[in-house]
Nanobody
């Protein structure tokens, strides 16, 4: 059974930092590109960051320079380091995995490209 479990979400103040983690099981982690998405109340789920099987990272424009995605293949884990958090970053953050096939530099931005999803972890940033 494939499982993705996020952790690390909490309430922080404006300008603070958080590290989110997603631990996976039941899949060949090294074959999967990994992504982080978020969804705020009343808004659509949006792409945050992705990392390919080859370690290439991609970011949404609003996250670029503030967020860093990394993967630890030994622990089947993907992380999202967030700094300079703003109230508009408040959302449920979801981890997702997709089969990369022969695309070691690929990490898509679209929801439909991902096969598995975690339950999400709540990030709240207060002023």
């Amino acid at each position: 059974q494939v499982q993705l479990v996020e952790s690390g979400g909490e309430l922080v103040q404006d300008g603070g930092s958080l590290r989110l983690s997603c631990t996976t099981s039941g899949l060949a982690f090294r074959r999967y590109y990994m992504g982080w998405f978020r969804q705020a109340p009343g808004k659509a789920r949006e792409f945050v960051a992705g990392i390919s099987t080859g370690g290439f990272a991609f970011y949404a424009d609003s996250m670029k320079g503030r967020f860093n995605i990394s993967r630890d293949n030994g622990k089947n884990r993907v992380n999202l380091q967030m700094i300079s958090l703003k109230p508009e970053d408040t959302a449920v953050y979801y981890c997702a995995a997709g089969d990369a096939g022969f695309r070691p530099r690929y990490a898509p931005r679209t929801i439909g490209a991902y096969d598995y999803w975690g339950q999400g972890t709540q990030v709240a940033v207060s002023s």
